[in-house]
């Protein structure tokens, strides 16, 4: 997984029957401090994660796991939202 | 998910067969404001998009997925049209 | 799917049993104006493409697909050659 | 696989319910010296790895396989702590 | 695949018991003229490479499927060993 901060919403109603109903996140892939490292995704929300949080996200074939019992073929994911992060010295 | 632009088309005669009566869109990736990020990638369309649309498109096997009941082994597809997009001000 | 084209071949006797019999191609990714875009990869020729041929590479689980019935566990195959690339103004 | 280092430790009490118990490992990816190469992951830990060891971490399905037989679909797996890493000449 | 040179090992007790009795190949990428081409990676061996030997290597699940009958659930393999690699002059 990566870390990320949601930074928006995407909104659409052309889609596959599978997204009826799903709500997609923007999201901003960020370091262990929070900065922004990588481009921005759009991943299907499976924890209700709300802006501005912190999070975790997958992608792959296990994004969709995340989405059982609900069939949704998505490669990408917020599975978690983050409480904290503790880095150790020797990073 | 990222999100990208329909901007062109790709045409092939010899292809495995899995690919017949399929409509191939060439995309470039776009970040949340609509600027170019990354490179362009050759998707399947399945949802009808048109040139110069804003989609949001999924990669792996998930693609593949969203093609179903069609047998449609591909790593890219274009899976929803992008209504509109709704930032934060904490991206 | 990338764009690329054929720019060389990979001989190999010392292989896992999975590739007996099997061609492989080295491909440079492109753009769709033509140009280099990414580091060269080694592909398995599903459509009998030859030197100098721009096509479409599909890659993971779904490059083994293009191999079927024969059972190729490629993370990356040739699925297709390109007739022509037509881009829109707003590319 | 990629070789990394265990950094930190990601906290989190919001996740979907396959990741109940789970430990959450941040990793460093370094390379064969040790310096640090590339960007930050979260991978759930399935070897006992402790912070500041160098371990090998393997991503996408592969990564829920390490897992099993409990059911955890990640995208990022600590599979491995590394004794000691020998280079050739050649490299 | 992508083309690689094996510059070490990787030496490893502690592991899930998949791995047991596997060799650990470190590799570096490579590109067609044999120049470093990205970060190094560990890989399980499935062809009997040895140091300093150009090989090509599979990632995802395809690479796990290397080494069957053997089930190692791996997300890098290398599955054989280069003899020579002809360009052409279109490259």
Same sequence: chains 1, 2, 3, 4, 5.
Avoid: H, N
């Amino acid at each position: 997984m990566r870390l990320g901060r949601v930074v928006g919403r995407v909104w659409s109603s052309a889609k596959t029957d599978q997204f009826e109903g799903v709500k997609f996140l923007l999201i901003q892939p960020v370091d262990a401090q929070g900065a922004a490292a990588g481009r921005s995704l759009v991943a299907v929300d499976a924890v209700g994660a709300g802006a501005g949080e912190t999070v975790y996200w997958c992608r792959g074939r296990e994004a969709s796991y995340a989405m059982l019992p609900s069939e949704v073929g998505t490669d990408a994911a917020v599975v978690g939202i983050v409480d904290s992060v503790t880095t150790t010295g020797s990073g």
